[in-house]
């Protein structure tokens, strides 16, 4: 009778035309939340190659304009970093990494006895690191013969070649750093190879795998990744990270957590520790390049919620490298004027469903409790000790952070008793596959696991009962 009297109203035409209007907004509307679900899990459109060219002057790699002014100004204001790092180049220390070091102190300085000592450097036969050649030919330009510039654009361009194959990130970069310093010196195809790396190397092959997590980035190879975000963006404007953006948006906090609670003191300054599975003590080294990385997250995109989280765990003068490896990087990175946010309003769990990885601490003191879970491996650190959880052997659950961890086996049941709500993950699934959630007085619940087996569940508040895990016969 309702729809009689509407009719009878405004017109038989009016409302039709009403209703289609509605129907038409409701469809977008269930037509865009869709696409957008697909998305998430399913990979990009293909896209038309871009056309990338390098046309921004020497230095290119690493210094653009803006930090290499902060970078001077730091010397001018005798900063601590800058301090550090002249005491050990002007004392002659030994230096890891001689041509970074002095070709950037020749940046920043303008001393030139240093760059000709970096250029000198590079033509020894005995150089063969790829990234330090092309940071020195790239930062020492103004000072190169014309034999000199002859030789290394002959020794980079061989090096680059060599590297053609190339697949880790490590090597990638080194190539990549180096064409874009041959640009305009080496062979005349120097851009259609890094358009080359861009578009199939990343866009076909590296990037797809972050976003579904068939391929992990190794945490060690953090720096090196974003060296070259930095490197090509700096040179071409183009931004690597929009090929896997929620891969990234997650790394700044999984990053965070995946540090161990206890510090490392070590004779130059304190450490951070990043995960290993190794024995024995940390590889300083890395820890080093760990935190080198997270500085340079933070440098590409200063303006991000979650890098500022990450900057707030940085800036401490403990954990300033001072040492002969550590001090190019931490001067090179480093911006202490930078605002943070504190990372204590970060959550003490951290779901990386990019990468199928799991970090959570029970608090942020150093002496907190710790689990780490990625590629099907387990790891506690609990009371000064570190050790390994066998998977397939089905330890006891962990509660950790307000969160519970169960190892699946066979006749699984989760026990979900909160008052408040929380978190319950399962590890040891497979990876990206359907498992039904069965619950009493429940219905039947199907969910998906992540590139890692992990299937997170949230769990409301005030809920008191068992959830029963099996794969999807489906």
């Not at 076909?204 to 974003?226: C, H, N, V, W």
């Not at 975000?229 to 953006?245: I, Q, Y």
């Not at 990450?310 to 300033?320: A, E, G, T, Y």
């Amino acid at each position: 009778m309702r729809v009689i009297r509407t009719l009878r109203c405004v017109g038989v035409t009016q409302c039709v035309q009403d209703l289609m209007t509605r129907l038409i907004r409701l469809t977008i509307i269930v037509f865009t939340s869709l696409l957008a679900v697909s998305q998430e899990n399913q990979p990009v459109e293909k896209l038309p190659e871009e056309d990338i060219s390098v046309s921004t002057d020497h230095p290119r790699l690493l210094l653009p304009p803006r930090r290499l002014r902060l970078l001077q100004r730091e010397r001018e204001r005798d900063s601590p970093r800058f301090r550090q790092l002249e005491t050990l180049i002007a004392g002659k220390a030994q230096m890891p990494e001689p041509g970074f070091a002095w070709a950037l102190y020749y940046q920043v300085s303008g001393a030139k006895d240093f760059g000709i000592q970096a250029v000198k450097w590079a033509l020894d036969p005995k150089s063969t690191d790829l990234r330090q050649l092309a940071l020195v030919f790239d930062w020492c330009q103004p000072i190169l013969t014309e034999a000199q510039s002859k030789a290394l654009v002959d020794k980079l361009t061989r090096g680059a070649a060599a590297l053609e194959k190339a697949q880790s990130i490590p090597q990638v970069r080194d190539r990549m750093l180096t064409l874009i310093a041959l640009v305009g010196h080496g062979p005349k195809n120097t851009e259609d190879q890094i358009k080359q790396l861009v578009n199939v190397w990343w866009r076909k092959e590296i990037a797809p795998s972050l976003r579904t997590g068939t391929k992990e980035a190794p945490r060690q190879d953090s720096y090196a990744m974003f060296e070259m975000l930095h490197a090509l963006r700096d040179s071409t404007n183009v931004d690597l990270r929009d090929d896997a953006a929620r891969y990234f948006k997650e790394l700044p906090a999984y990053h965070i957590l995946s540090y161990y609670p206890p510090i490392f003191p070590a004779a130059e300054n304190e450490y951070r520790i990043p995960f290993y599975t190794s024995d024995g003590e940390p590889d300083l080294k890395i820890a080093a390049l760990s935190r080198a990385g997270d500085l340079a997250m933070v440098a590409y995109d200063t303006n991000a919620q979650e890098n500022q989280f990450v900057q707030s765990w940085l800036i401490h003068d403990r954990f300033m490298m001072r040492g002969t490896f550590g001090i190019t990087y931490e001067f090179l990175w480093a911006n202490p004027y930078q605002p943070g946010l504190s990372y204590y309003h970060l959550p003490l769990f951290m779901h990386h469903s990019a990468s199928g990885k799991l970090a959570l601490r029970s608090s942020w003191d150093d002496d907190a409790a710790w689990f780490h879970f990625s590629n099907n491996q387990a790891q506690m650190f609990e009371n000064g000790e570190r050790k390994d959880l066998k998977i397939g052997a089905a330890p006891k659950p962990v509660e950790i952070a307000g969160a519970m961890i169960y190892f699946y086996h066979d006749g699984l049941k989760l026990e979900a008793d909160t008052e408040t709500g929380g978190m319950i993950y399962v590890l040891g699934l497979k990876p990206n596959a359907d498992y039904d959630l069965e619950a009493d007085d429940r219905e039947l619940e199907e969910k998906k696991t992540d590139a890692g087996g992990i299937l997170p569940l949230k769990i409301g508040p005030k809920s008191k009962y068992e959830i029963r895990v099996r794969p999807s016969p489906r």
